[in-house]
């Protein structure tokens, strides 16, 4: 029997066909670092967290207003996976670098193939591909940011506790002279929380150095999709 | 029907009639060199997106488009300058 949901719009919002990710919990801060202070380079800083599970997953990432915040990485070996996070804490360093601090991690998995619970949905060749014994990733919309920079997208209505899967791509660089060398930033992009609700972009600058000569100074934002959803309630 | 979902204390947490469109298909991981085509009969008539996954810091994008032709989706992954890690979300 195939099982299928939709919602009253039409949109389908569970499927046996489909895996469905569920929340399995909180990852473990293991460690946070800051950005060098290298008279040469620098790379930014970040914080890292574990959490164990067999299965694949999806990392849902609060959204805060005092960002920039993006997944670096997602790695597993073993049964165990770190995740990596780029969470600014609205501050900076001298060189531009964000000044890091621990965010909350929500870990949503597939599934593992030994999966046991009274509420295993099994796809057509049997394999394990949702458990309603845990609470399912949660869609609040699916947005699509263009190439244009400074898009945002604001919810509607507001969401509480809002958090994204997904990551934005673009690429900056900037040069900067000072005396005989030239300040050179690689930017990257990350998620910006306004304090209207709006979700849009962040920049930060994930390498520096101090160089002979200037780079070129471009600024590409990368069209893109991503998942918003809610954290509200998890613990 | 909705499907509805309750936590153990009986308070709804999940409500197919109440969330947005979307489920996850496949989450997908390539280097830059690979190139693969993916496709979803399953899901005929549906919409599919691209939701990246990794961190690259790249001007140009992952090179993976989503047509229609074949009247499901199917996710065309191309060589790109940076690794690929993405989901294929269908609603």
């Given at each position: 029997?195939?099982i ?6 039409g ?26 202070t ?6 930014v ?15 849902a ?33 001298a ?79 900037t040069?900067?002279a ?18 209207d ?39 | ?28 991981t ?8 993916l ?40 060589t ?12």
């Amino acid at each position: 029997m195939e099982i299928t949901f939709y919602n009253p719009s039409g949109e389908l919002t569970f499927s046996g066909d489909a895996i469905t990710y569920s929340y399995i919990g909180k990852a473990t801060p293991t460690g946070i670092s800051q950005a060098g202070t290298s008279s040469v380079s620098n790379t930014v800083g970040r914080s890292t967290y574990t959490i164990t599970w067999d299965g694949d997953i999806v990392v849902a990432l609060p959204l805060k207003t005092n960002g920039p915040q993006v997944v670096l990485s997602t790695v597993k070996s073993g049964s165990t996976w770190t995740i990596t996070v780029m969470k600014g804490d609205g501050t900076f360093d001298a060189n531009g670098f964000p000044t890091q601090e621990y965010t909350e991690v929500y870990v949503f998995g597939a599934p593992p193939s030994t999966a046991t619970s009274q509420f295993i949905i099994y796809d057509v060749n049997g394999v394990p591909c949702g458990d309603l014994s845990r609470q399912p990733l949660l869609y609040k919309a699916i947005i699509a940011l263009s190439s244009t920079v400074t898009d945002t997208w604001t919810p509607s209505p507001a969401i509480t506790s809002p958090a994204v899967v997904g990551n934005p791509l673009g690429y900056r660089s900037t040069s900067v002279a000072s005396g005989s060398k030239w300040i050179n930033r690689v930017w990257g992009f990350a998620w910006s929380l306004g304090t209207d609700g709006a979700i849009s972009r962040g920049l930060y600058v994930n390498d520096w150095s101090s160089d002979d000569g200037p780079i070129a100074q471009t600024l590409v934002a990368v069209p893109g999709n991503a998942i918003i959803t809610t954290v509200q309630g998890l613990s | 029907m909705p499907l509805i979902i309750y936590d153990t204390s009986g308070n709804e947490v999940w409500n197919s009639d109440n969330v947005s469109g979307g489920v996850v298909t496949t989450i997908k991981t390539y280097t830059a060199a690979q190139t693969d085509t993916l496709t979803f009969p399953a899901f005929p008539g549906r919409t599919a997106v691209i939701v990246n996954l990794g961190a690259y810091i790249a001007t140009s994008g992952p090179n993976v488009s989503v047509d229609y032709s074949l009247g499901y989706p199917r996710v065309t992954v191309g060589t790109s300058v940076v690794p690929r890690q993405f989901a294929v979300v269908v609603y």
